[in-house]
Every structure is written in structure tokens, then in C-alpha cells.
């Protein structure tokens, strides 16, 4: 059968190109029948309905403490121009947290066309592969792509509020984001983990972002460590909500999309929205 023939029998005037792959009549709280490879490796238990609910309302919840947390930078404005020295520093710190959080719309699109499921993934470039069956290998690649960017973007913003904009913080933003944006997708730093493949991220991004992730961990310190002191707290914990937010990454691009168990992919955004949390509240210790 000719290429054509088998196009024009798969794309017939039956079919519905706008068909899409949860029940209908497609209410936000219908989700997807458990994949395949869940129902043959005893995982479905995981993927009930009201599990993966619950996994999609944790994944919206950050972008509640977020915009409290950019609302109280800009309520107290005056206040962080005082202390970091420019309205555009206070403007980068109010940026940060959106950026990021926004930034997780990346994943949230993919786990949106997934049901959100985490299942075995399989590239559909180079294999037979249904949806119904695994998620969408090139799908995780991309969504790691752009998510990382924006990830370290707001790191990147945060850094430049702190350290404010000289010769060398805007040399390191500009080397930072022309890698990140135009660096190559290959080599990858995937490795396996619980006998699968994870971490499906470009080494060129990987580095860009491990460098930009310890000097925002500096600017956390330098920012909040006279705060902590002045309030009888350890300066250490001025590292809690960065170090949360990185736990909540890893066990979610690790375990979660290693194990295929969706208490996992829970756990981990609760780290994410702890972590906002966080923020708001050693925020606080500066006005």
C-alpha cells in the first residue's frame, strides 16, 4: 500500500481531528482510564481518578503563594529599594518568583496532555507508540527544555535583584542565556535511575542552570543573613526554600518519572509549594 493510500485511510472524513484523549464530555475532573503500562506493571492502583485530582491541584496551587509573595515585594517596594539600592533590583525580586512559576506551565502542559500520568516513556520518533499506552518521550524533552529556561531565568532574575546590574552580573546573564537559549540538545545528561531513563536535559542547559542555581543560592544568603541574625535565627536557613524547591525538582524528574507511582509526582509539588511558602515568609523578616 502506497504511502498516500495508507495517509488518506488514516485521516478519513470519520475521524475527528479535535478528538482528544480524556472521557467526554472533557470536565477538568474526568481524566484519562490508567495507561497501559500501569495496568500490566500493577501501577494503576495509583492512577484513580481522584489521585491524579489531586496531583493537578497541587500543581496550580504554587501560583498562589507566588502572586502573595510578588504582591508583598511590591507592597513594601520602598522598603527593598532602600536595602538593595535601585527600583530595578526590587522589580527583578518581584519578576523572580513569576517567572518560575510560570515557567511550570511547561510541565503542566505536558502532564495536561499525559493525564497526568507519569508512565514509561516512549519516543514516538523512532517507535510504534499510543498515548494510551506510554507518555510521549520528545514531549518530556521539549517540556525539559523550556521549563529549565524559564527556571533559570527566574533564578537569574533573582540573582541580579540581589547583586544588582554591573559588568559582570550583566556579562554572566547575557553568557547564561545565550547558551541556554541556543545551546545544543545533544549530548544529554540522562542516566538511569530505578532502571529507567531520566533527567532528559542538555548538558549545556544542565550547566547553565547548576551555575546559575549556586549563585542564587549565594544571593539567598546575602540577602536574607542580617534579617536571620537580627532575629536570633541561624543563618543556614536562609538556603530552606531554594533547597525545597530543588527536592521538589528532583524527586519529581527522578523518582516520580522512575517509579510511575503518582504519590510521588504528589509529594514532590507539596516540596515546590513549601518552598514558595518559604520565601514568603523570610521575605518577611525584611520589613
Known sequence: MSEKAIFNDNNTQDNNPSLGYYPPPGWEWQKPA????????????????????????????????????????????????ALLGSDMQVFLLLLAPLVQTFGGLMGITMH????????????????????????????????????????????????????????????????????????????????????QPVFPLAVSMLVVFIINALVNFVAYIFLFKSALVAANLPIFLAGIAPILLMLGGVIEGVVAESTFNQWWHFTAVIFLNMGMVAQIYFFGLLW
Open 34 to 81: 490508567p495507561k497501559t503500562y500501569l495496568e500490566k506493571h500493577d501501577l494503576a492502583k495509583y492512577a484513580r481518578v481522584w489521585i491524579l485530582n489531586l496531583v493537578e491541584f497541587v500543581h496550580w496551587l504554587p501560583f498562589v503563594p507566588t502572586f502573595i509573595l510578588s504582591f508583598l515585594i511590591f507592597q513594601h517596594s520602598s522598603e527593598l529599594e
Open 112 to 195: 495536561e496532555y499525559e493525564g497526568w500520568q507519569v508512565v514509561f516513556f516512549k519516543n514516538p520518533l523512532d517507535t510504534d507508540f499510543e498515548i494510551r499506552d506510554f507518555n510521549n518521550e520528545w514531549l518530556r524533552e521539549v517540556a525539559y527544555k523550556l521549563l529549565f529556561f524559564m527556571q533559570g531565568a527566574g533564578l537569574l532574575a533573582f540573582s541580579l535583584g540581589v547583586f544588582g546590574i554591573n559588568k559582570i552580573t550583566l556579562l554572566f546573564a547575557i553568557i547564561s542565556g545565550v547558551i541556554a537559549f541556543i545551546g545544543p540538545q545533544n549530548p544529554k545528561a540522562t542516566f538511569n535511575f530505578n532502571g
